[in-house]
């Protein structure tokens, strides 16, 4: 009797042990996390946003620096008024189009580049950077005051490099796919390019030059591009030959002018996640020619 009541027993409260251990287990880990929400952010909330603005807002703006694509954010809080500021960063294009005449300033002064939608924004967030913004441009020199690029003339070896950087012919250093698996440049070769991101036969230019172009492509602030580069970044010695072979295609195109304009800025939601999801069949493609990506490109180019 006794016998069958312990075979009964037994594994009954081996059972009830195990769910406290895994009860306890998971107060404490509760416990933990919530410590960790309460004690940190205080401390890690300035590092945060300095990522933050690292990640998406210093390939184009400053701080203290001069221009690229966007203006010196360097005492930006005193030009304009932390509403309007905070509005114009949730949403250039609406500031624009509402006709604000210092939104449409600031647009001519960036030669008709919009600044475009920033990914995981909101009402604190942009605060929290103009609050760093303010801060830093008290400083003698702000940790934002730019990447530091090399200003040597490019070679015919940086342009050859870059070409095959381009192409795919030479590899990136941190396994980014090539260029040509979405872009295309005039007279690149027999194959073309990609139709998926812009012609960017003449991109320094638009871009605003050598460095802009140079720190715009340190962290690529578009929805297609960044989460590809953010794991795999170029590195300083690939961004020199890539923007040697961009001047050296614009000034072999010379002044025909029929490239796309920048409505690239302007691509709707349909066509980003149509992308993306484009992307995982280039990246499994990218060894095998970029035939293939091509013919895919075109074909939901028309479907789109
Ligand atoms: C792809 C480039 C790009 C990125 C990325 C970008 N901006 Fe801009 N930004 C611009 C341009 C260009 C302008 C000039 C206004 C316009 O043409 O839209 C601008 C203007 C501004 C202005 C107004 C400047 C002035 O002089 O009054 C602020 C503030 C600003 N940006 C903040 C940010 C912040 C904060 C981020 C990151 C969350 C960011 N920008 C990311 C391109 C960019
Ligand atoms: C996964 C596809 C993809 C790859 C790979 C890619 N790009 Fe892009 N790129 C795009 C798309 C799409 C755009 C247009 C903006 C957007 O919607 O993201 C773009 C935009 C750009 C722009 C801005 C164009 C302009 O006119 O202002 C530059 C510069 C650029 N890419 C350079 C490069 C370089 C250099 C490489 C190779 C290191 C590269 N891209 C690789 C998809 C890609």
Not at 61 to 84: E, F, N, Q, S, Y
Not at 90 to 108: H, S, V
Not at 128 to 152: C, N, P, T
């Amino acid at each position: 009797m006794n016998r069958s009541r312990d075979i009964q027993h037994g594994p009954y409260d081996r059972g009830a042990t195990r769910l406290t251990t895994v009860r306890r287990r998971s107060v404490r880990l509760i416990v933990g996390v919530l410590a960790a929400i309460c004690v940190f952010p205080l401390a890690a909330q300035g590092q945060e946003t300095a990522e933050y603005f690292k990640l998406h807002c210093y390939s184009c703006h400053t701080i203290g620096g001069g221009r690229l694509v966007g203006p010196d954010l360097k005492d930006v809080t005193a030009r304009k008024d932390r509403d309007w500021l905070v509005r114009f960063i949730l949403n250039p294009q609406a500031m624009i189009d509402r006709g604000d005449p210092y939104a449409k300033q600031i647009l001519e002064e960036a030669r008709g580049v919009v600044m475009p939608p920033v990914a995981g924004l909101s009402r604190d967030r942009a605060n929290q950077i103009l609050d760093m913004i303010e801060a830093e441009s008290a400083l003698e020199k702000s940790q934002f005051e730019g990447v530091k690029f090399s200003d040597r003339p490019f070679t015919p070896a940086d342009v050859e490099l870059g070409h095959a950087l381009f192409t795919g012919r030479t590899k990136f250093k941190n396994a980014g796919p090539p260029c040509m698996s979405c872009h295309t440049v005039r007279g690149l070769s027999l194959l073309g390019g990609g139709r998926l991101g812009v012609d960017l036969t003449k991109v320094s230019e638009r871009i605003g030059g050598r460095k802009p172009l140079s720190a715009w492509l340190v962290s690529p602030a578009t929805v297609t591009m960044q989460p590809v580069f953010k794991k795999h970044p170029l590195e300083a010695e690939e961004i020199l030959p890539l923007v040697a072979y961009f001047e050296h295609a614009a000034k072999q195109a010379g002044d025909d002018d029929s490239v796309a304009p920048l409505t690239f800025f302007l691509l709707g939601l349909a066509g980003m996640v149509l992308m993306l999801g484009l992307f995982d069949v280039l990246w499994k493609n990218r060894f095998r020619g970029v035939r293939r990506p091509l013919v895919a490109g075109g074909e939901m180019r028309t479907s789109v």
